[in-house]
């Protein structure tokens, strides 16, 4: 069969399951924007500059909590599922259920960062152009790429029951010392240093460089590039051991 | 359809399989007999591109398991259901069915296991026979040549079991080539044409249920009245009536009648699969 035609029917089915499973699709979605409403709103409404560089932190933080969840955790839980052995008798081949499942991952992440964006619009001066707007919106899909792969290392690595706390871990102190809750240069020292070094920094450089001058977008681009390499060597290696063990 | 050709498999120092050869033409219906931990599963996943063998060829209408052709030319169920729980069955049905070329039609499929009624039902909410149900139509709404049902009926009481037989009976046509595994033997019985028993990851037997019967299975004769003299072993007294097993249940009453012995009331029976099947593998299911 037409590979895009299953990644959308596969997109299609794993949608259907998640979205019929309130308790997971309104926090994963909600989260984001809860968080902004907590530790966001009340800085960003000093002044529009404030306001556009703290919506950008948190659409950034939107996307990875979404894809590291989505394969950290999801990914974790379905190896082992018997509904996973009957999908690999299907004749559909795993590059096509990466796609849809990256399809999924996206379409949660940009709902989770729009309900930041809506709230950020109703609630703060934040002022975008409609270029700013659709910039953004590509570096925060392209700039999520490392954290898909994150997300597959952990969920190959980690065993089932270890991988939703490990996901946690690894996204809130990310998401901290990245700079997503407050701008680095406020980071308590020890985050502050190893913050240029994690790939949650280098994706809100990424995007902050949509809001205001000082943030070298292309360097960005390029620690993500080697970010998500290194992640995907690490997955695939975890990747092959699985498929070692339990279909070899 | 299946090319199974000397394959041996091993897990550490288990060996699942020891050199294990068969092929299937197409339009058979083969039972894959054995006990649990005979090694059926295994096959299965070998055959289904889960698992490799470690030594031997496989081949499924000429092409690798894992191999995409191979996957379309066969359909399977899943062992354990573990569904997606919030889909409903027409949902996984159409989802199954759009994997391949020409597919039966959904309602075609869902009307074969009588899963009409249930078909806007989430999966969670079947029962276990249900979900066997679903399981089997996701493996006939293919449509394709051969069909791999790793125990169709386990978990079903008798009644649920016979239904499902009807219904495999109804869905296998002429083009259809089924390998099912199963621990009943009364299964293999009613549905198969032919009988493959693997027992300790070695072949025991390979043949017609006929040819099973007359090669393992041993006659009785039962009858109220004295043994006849001389006969050791094989005799056994149940109150007044004596059973004696022997493969030539003729020659035994005719030398009843010659030795002028007084009987009435005489049977002759033919073993179950059941008692063949413990006599093959000693016992030990």
Known sequence: MNALILVRIHTLAVLRELMRTPAFIIPTVGFPAMFFALFGLPYARSSSATADFIMCSYAAFSLVGVTLFQFGVGVANERGRPWERYLRTLPVSIVTRFAARVSVALIFGLAAAGLVALEARLLTPVNFTAAQWLVLTGYTLCGAAPFVLLGIAIAYWVAPRGAMPVTNIVYLLCSFAGGFWMPPQYLPSIAAAVSPYLPTRQYGELVWSVAQSGHDARTAALALVAFGIAFAIVGAVGYRRDERARYA | ?285
Do not use: C
Request: charged share 25%; hydrophobic share 40%; net charge negative.
């Open chain 2, 1 to 285: 359809m299946i090319r199974f050709d000397n394959v041996s498999k091993s897990y550490g120092d288990v060996r699942a399989l020891s050199d294990v050869s068969f092929d299937i033409a197409a339009g058979e219906i083969v039972a894959l007999l054995g006990p649990n931990g005979a090694g059926k599963t295994t096959a299965i996943e070998i055959l289904l591109g889960l698992r490799h063998a470690d030594e031997g060829t496989v081949e499924i209408a000429g092409h690798l398991p894992q191999s995409m052709e191979a996957r379309s030319h066969m359909a399977a169920t899943p062992q354990n259901t573990g569904f997606p729980d919030s889909l409903t069955v027409r949902e996984v049905v159409t989802f199954a069915a759009s994997h391949y070329r020409r597919p039966r039609t959904v309602d075609d499929a869902l009307r074969a296991f009588e899963l009409e009624e249930l078909a806007s039902k989430r999966l969670g909410s079947l029962s276990g026979g249900q979900q066997r149900r679903v399981a089997l139509a996701l493996a006939f709404v293919p449509d394709v040549p051969l069909v791999l049902l790793d125990e169709p009926s386990t978990g079903l009481d008798v009644e649920s079991r016979r239904r499902l037989w009807e219904q495999l009976r109804a869905s296998v046509d002429g083009h259809h080539t089924v390998l099912f595994t199963t621990h009943y033997l009364e299964e293999a019985e009613a549905l198969a044409t032919r009988i493959i028993v693997i027992d300790r990851g070695t072949l025991r037997f390979d043949g017609t249920p006929d040819t099973f019967r007359r090669r393992f299975g041993s006659r009785r004769v039962d009858y109220v009245g004295e043994p006849l003299p001389g006969r050791n072993g094989e005799v056994q007294r149940v109150g007044d009536r004596t059973v004696v097993t022997t493969a030539d249940t003729d020659a035994y009453v005719r030398e009843l009648v010659r030795a002028g012995i007084a009987f009435h009331d005489l049977r002759i029976t033919q073993s179950s699969f059941e008692d063949i099947f413990l006599e093959i593998t000693g016992a030990r299911s």
